[in-house]
């Protein structure tokens, strides 16, 4: 009971400024929509097929900038379905929920709203939801992976501040990715297997590197098996014995993994039947508009010629590397061009912080990494306070399997896709980037940021004047209870670091609404 109470400033801010971020966003992007006019980008534009009311242009003005770019990608699909080929590069599950939502829940507006304009509404908002619960999770997930309640209060609160945040803002799908696989951590973290594979699975079924995620079910399969058996060392443990604990595991792990891969199969099969089994799926009337659109950009439609397409003749006939390739031309090494430098430099940030966090942990945790963290520790007796530090916080044995996540997703991203993705890519799939860059805040201002009593989260500022310290309320907090403000009022103070990581964070979060909602190139 006092753990709750102690944990609930916490849980409300977290909540508060998450929902002060989103609320900020959507009135900056509306701003900047207004004032900085759309460039012409080469982009999926398909036309509207229905003429728009009074209502629908007042909720473009509004909230138009956040259906550019991939966006339309999803609102197309939770409109009409998959129409064109290429756009079965968007999972399903985000373009579903829209539409329930659109359907359901914003039913009452079909008078006043087209059905596009609700598509619209219905992403905003549930990303809006989507984006303040991944906060909330993430934070439950830091309390119990880095055992250190500071330092999850403050990676919860750099995620509303995410470099990635219009991407968690318009219509795509990297909040409700961010969610569902901070929550499958959470509840693996907790034991709970099956319901963590449950999320897991829901995940996959909405980005594609959702299936990584099976790397965390097979890791805590193997680590809660090798300990068992280290447990048992001592003792004589039957070979019987050690076989079920081996066919349990390989059991456990068939099933798990099974139910992670069934979404994106499923997807790929549902393509297969579409594109190159035209008998099995019944034809779709596609509007005129649709079909004229088709043959100006030279988009395939299901059947529109006959003609099955090269993928479907592939040993493994799987749509989404096809698409991929031939219409992203996303393969090994071919972002290597000079004309590509740009955006290099805009992915710098990211790979910097992912190769550094990674860094530091295999120095700070070389034999626990050494022995892939299947080893137990073992507890030093007289070791003292100092002994027992690198137990918590970003150094901590839990992050292990964290951070050869967050790795593997960086190795594959430099090397195999558009690498300015990799910002939304690792803001929205992996802590680490949240979880080491309040490390280094801690690490990086020691008066600010010390090692006291686990309830404070900020020292007193009486010692440090405060520039508009008038203005705090606005943040919806006080100085005790969200150290952000005080960072960011006290801009000029912080050390060269601190100034470094809040300046990457609050640049891109602002930048992206510029740029993204205006039609320009982001990450």
């Given at each position: 009971?006092?753990l ?31 004032l ?8 999926f534009s ?12 007042l909720?473009e003005?509004l909230?138009?900038g ?5 966006a339309e ?28 939502v ?22 905003v ?8 619960l ?10 119990v ?20 945040n219009v991407?968690m ?10 969610l569902?696989?901070?929550s ?17 699975s ?30 048992g ?49 019944p ?10 659109l088709?043959?100006?950009k030279?988009?395939r ?7 099955k ?8 006939p ?14 090994f090494?071919r ?8 955006n290099f430099?805009?992915?710098?940030p990211?790979?910097m ?11 700070a ?6 022995t892939?963290g299947?080893v ?22 839990g992050?292990?399997v ?5 790795t ?5 991203g ?8 990799l ?12 979880w ?6 801690q690490?990086?201002?020691a ?12 020292a ?16 919806g907090?006080?100085v005790s ?10 801009y ?24 993204h ?7």
């Open positions: 009971m006092q709750l109470k102690r944990r609930e400033p916490y849980l409300r801010e977290v909540l508060r400024f998450a929902v002060w971020c989103r609320a900020l966003t959507l009135l900056l992007q509306a701003l900047f929509n207004l900085v006019p759309d460039h012409a980008a080469d982009a398909p036309p509207r097929l229905s003429e728009p009311s009074v209502c629908d242009w909720l003005w909230l138009g956040l259906s550019h770019w991939d990608h999803f609102l197309f699909v939770a409109e009409h379905g998959y129409v064109y080929e290429h756009n079965f590069a968007f999972f399903p599950v985000y373009p579903l929920s829209i539409r329930a659109a359907e359901v829940t914003l039913w009452p507006l079909q008078g006043l709203l087209c059905l596009r304009s609700r598509l619209l509404l219905s992403a908002l549930l990303n809006a939801l989507f984006s303040v991944a906060a909330v999770v993430l934070y439950e997930l830091g309390c992976v880095l055992q250190c309640r500071r330092t999850a209060f403050l990676s919860a609160l750099l995620f509303c501040l995410t470099p990635a991407f803002t318009a219509a795509y799908s990297e909040s409700m990715f961010a569902l696989a901070f499958a951590m959470w509840q693996l973290e907790k034991g709970r297997s099956w319901t963590s594979g449950l999320l897991f829901f995940a996959a079924g909405v980005r594609s590197n959702g299936v990584i995620n099976a790397g965390f079910l097979l890791y805590s399969q193997s680590r809660r098996l090798a300990f068992q058996l280290q447990a060392a001592g003792s004589v443990m039957k070979q019987a014995q050690v076989w079920r604990q081996l066919l349990g595991l390989a059991a456990s792990v068939v099933l798990t993994c099974a139910g992670l891969f069934l979404p994106p199969a499923l997807f790929q099969f549902y393509a297969y039947l579409r594109f190159c089994d035209p008998d099995v799926s034809e779709r009337a596609v509007p005129q508009p649709l079909l004229q088709a043959v100006d030279g988009y439609l299901a059947s529109m010629t006959g003609v397409p090269a993928w479907c003749s592939h040993q493994v799987m749509i989404y590397s096809y698409i991929q390739d031939v219409y992203w031309n996303v393969g090494l972002y290597f061009q000079l004309k590509q430098i740009p430099l805009l992915a710098a990211i790979m912080l992912s190769a550094w966090a990674a860094g530091i942990y295999l120095t945790n070389l034999q626990h990494c050494l892939l299947l137990r520790r073992r507890n030093k007796s007289g070791g003292g306070e100092g002994a027992a530090k690198p137990g918590v916080g970003f150094c901590s044995s992050v292990f964290y951070v050869v996540h967050a593997a997703l960086l190795v594959f430099l090397l195999c896709m558009h690498v300015q993705v910002t939304r890519l690792l803001g929205s799939s992996s802590p680490v980037l949240y080491f860059s309040a490390h280094l805040l690490d990086s201002d008066v600010l940021w010390r090692e006291g009593d686990p309830t404070q989260t900020a007193s500022l009486s010692e440090r004047p405060c520039l508009g310290s008038a203005l705090l309320g606005l943040f907090a006080g209870e969200n150290p952000l403000p005080p960072l960011l009022l006290n000029r103070r912080n050390t060269a670091l601190t100034k470094c990581v809040l300046g990457y964070f609050l640049s891109f979060w602002l930048l992206g609404l510029i740029l909602c205006n039609f320009l190139p982001w990450t």
